[in-house]
């Protein structure tokens, strides 16, 4: 009886050394191994009546780069561009949060330096942003002085034309829900044919709101939870709407939305199952399919 009681505390021993060494193990894959990571995420969307002379028109999705976050400095911003920049996009958008607040191990950057570096993106219709929460709570004026003044165009409740071909598509840049009061159908009204529309904007709390007229809306801001466990999903998401607009393409009623989770962490600097991304989107026009 003696050797059997031995026997199951030498097991418990171990078996508690083993959970032990596999907590250590996931506490530094999440706090040191995957936030600085970057992978690239292609995806090919399939959208209604998508223009001819735009099919396959490929767009580089940035968002939340939360510049001065651990692991996401200067050098690594660089990195970054460079790895857009290889990809060869007609468009490449920023959709906000490029500041940080308060997360920790933190190290502020001024919105000049980190546009300076930002300038070096390249895409054949241009570079395109938007402002996030964090970017107006810091001064949303300052950081889109910087971005206009290295050539970045920052569309707040504002549009732009995209050529090509003889066709045109329009890109339209809604604020941030959270801290302005966003102009969706004043913004639309500024869209003058009837050309296919991608929306852009920080939130993807908005989606429910932008109309039909929209084939696309594009959005960051959820950073897909920071944190996704298996079997439990993301226990925390920035959303009214929980998980239902925290990561990736969402449909609904043939509305497409897609949410990136970002670059930079915020407020406590983690990631599990939720790696830094650069989002690669190739944008088809969905197939007819003749009877025979």
């Not at 219709?125 to 709570?137: I, P, Q, R, T």
């Not at 406590?268 to 989002?279: A, G, M, T």
């Amino acid at each position: 009886m003696t050797d059997t009681k031995a026997r199951r505390k030498r097991i418990s021993k171990i078996i508690a050394g083993v959970l032990a060494l596999l907590l250590v193990c996931l506490a530094v894959w999440a706090v040191v191994i995957e936030p600085d990571r970057l992978v690239v995420r292609e995806e090919t969307l399939l959208l209604p009546n998508w223009p001819g002379s735009f099919e396959n028109m490929k767009i580089a999705v940035l968002s939340d780069l939360h510049v001065g976050s651990p692991y996401i400095g200067p050098v690594k911003l660089s990195y970054i561009v460079a790895r857009v920049n290889e990809a060869e996009p007609d468009v490449v958008v920023l959709l906000g949060d490029f500041m940080i607040q308060g997360v920790v191990g933190g190290k502020f950057v001024e919105p000049e330096g980190f546009a300076q570096v930002l300038k070096g993106l390249r895409a054949r219709h241009g570079v395109y942003a938007v402002l996030g929460n964090h970017d107006w709570w810091y001064d949303g004026n300052r950081v889109r002085r910087a971005l206009e003044g290295v050539g970045i165009r920052v569309l707040e409740d504002d549009v732009a034309r995209v050529e090509r071909g003889g066709e045109a598509i329009w890109l339209i840049g809604l604020s941030d829900a959270w801290t302005n009061q966003t102009d969706i159908r004043g913004t639309l009204a500024r869209v003058t044919d009837e050309r296919p529309v991608i929306a852009l904007t920080h939130n993807p709390d908005l989606f429910p709101r932008i109309p039909q007229r929209v084939v696309l809306t594009l959005a960051g801001h959820t950073h897909g939870g920071q944190v996704n466990i298996p079997f439990v999903g993301r226990p925390r998401v920035p959303s009214e709407f929980g998980q239902r607009y925290a990561a990736g393409h969402v449909v609904e009623e043939n509305h497409h939305l897609f949410v990136t989770t970002g670059i930079g962490t915020s407020i406590i600097p983690v990631r599990f199952r939720v790696p830094p991304e650069i989002v690669l989107l190739t944008l088809k026009t969905v197939p007819t399919h003749t009877e025979r």
